[in-house]
């Protein structure tokens, strides 16, 4: 698998090729956000599986870079970053990222993320399986086959796991799903460390859909929606 490293530390860039390398990646290294875009240019290459992006890039914000790449290319994004808050992992994910990694990270871990991003994608898994073509809960409107959702009337521009999470939920209100078979559902995997990206992808939806109280969390065993009034 092809895989674009966007690290402006060259010694963080060596070390962590080095490492990918071993494990059957071709990593191509981008030191700032330009030369990453100028990376996606070649057609005739064969296109990354995954792209690996730094924030604190010295030409351009890492967030401004990612809704760039996100215009040019559907290509896992996972961002690699210091930024462990809460709001810059929501602002990540609104921009179209994939998933987030905090430093320092164990390689493991950031080997395990980025096998389970590639093969969501390339196993065509994104799309939360269902019968039914379109989901109204009062003033929430899921429309399956186009992935839109709007909210009274207005669209809300949701990332794929975000739709992803909402749907599956929306499909049986009240029903309490385990955090378990949420990351089992939409995210494919049983591996532990994504539950934190569960978290977050929660905390991203209450606030782009502003009702908060639409996904209500169980304490101790997962979440379930809660359909709100008309």
């Known amino acids: 698998m092809r895989l674009l490293l966007v690290e402006d530390d060259d010694h963080v860039a060596a070390a962590l090729s080095a490492v990918l390398a071993r494990h059957g990646f071709q990593v191509v290294h981008a030191r700032n956000g330009e030369e990453a875009l100028r990376a996606l240019l070649p057609a005739e290459k064969e296109p990354f599986g995954v792209i690996l992006l730094d924030l604190g890039l010295p030409d351009q914000d890492g967030y401004e870079v990612c809704g760039k790449i996100r215009k040019r290319t559907a290509t896992p994004v996972i961002m690699v970053t210091a930024r462990a808050d809460v709001r810059s992992r929501i602002h990540g994910l609104n921009l179209g990222a994939d998933d987030y990694v905090t430093k320092p990270y164990d390689t493991g ?44 009337g207005a669209e809300v521009q949701l990332t794929r796991k ?69």
Not at 144 to 150: A, H, K, M
Not at 166 to 183: D, K, N, S, W, Y
């Open 162 to 230: 975000e739709f992803d999470l909402l749907a599956l939920l929306a499909q049986r209100p009240g029903v309490v799903f385990r955090r378990e078979q949420i990351i089992s559902e939409v995210w494919r995997t049983s591996w532990e460390g994504t539950g934190r990206t569960l978290e977050v992808h929660v905390a991203s939806l209450r606030s782009k859909l502003r009702l908060p109280a639409l996904i209500e969390t169980v304490r101790g065993v997962g979440y379930r929606l809660v359909a709100p009034s008309a």
């Open 109 to 152: 871990e950031l080997l395990a993320r980025i096998h389970a991003v590639a093969r969501r994608t390339t196993s065509g898994e994104d799309t939360a399986p269902t019968p039914v073509a379109a989901l109204r809960l009062g003033p929430v409107a899921i429309e399956l086959p186009t992935r839109r959702v709007s909210v009274d």
